[in-house]
């Protein structure tokens, strides 16, 4: 039997539920988050992470808003 290549990435198994649970925990997000985020980018554990990642970071208007306290542009 062949063995997986270590270059294959990461993929998280929707139909495990115990692998999911452990996905949402390591990622720190609810596992609806992460049904969510895997119906937006695919199982691919980097992109997922990625995505939820972008979803949870500010933007230059936020910070922007929060260092002047308008929300001009």
Sequence with gaps: MAQPSQDQPDRIDTNDKAKCESWARKLNVTQEQLREAIGAVGDNASDVELHLKGTRS????????????????
């Design 58 to 73: 500010t933007t230059n208007d936020d910070k922007m808003e929060k260092a002047t306290g308008s929300k001009e542009r």
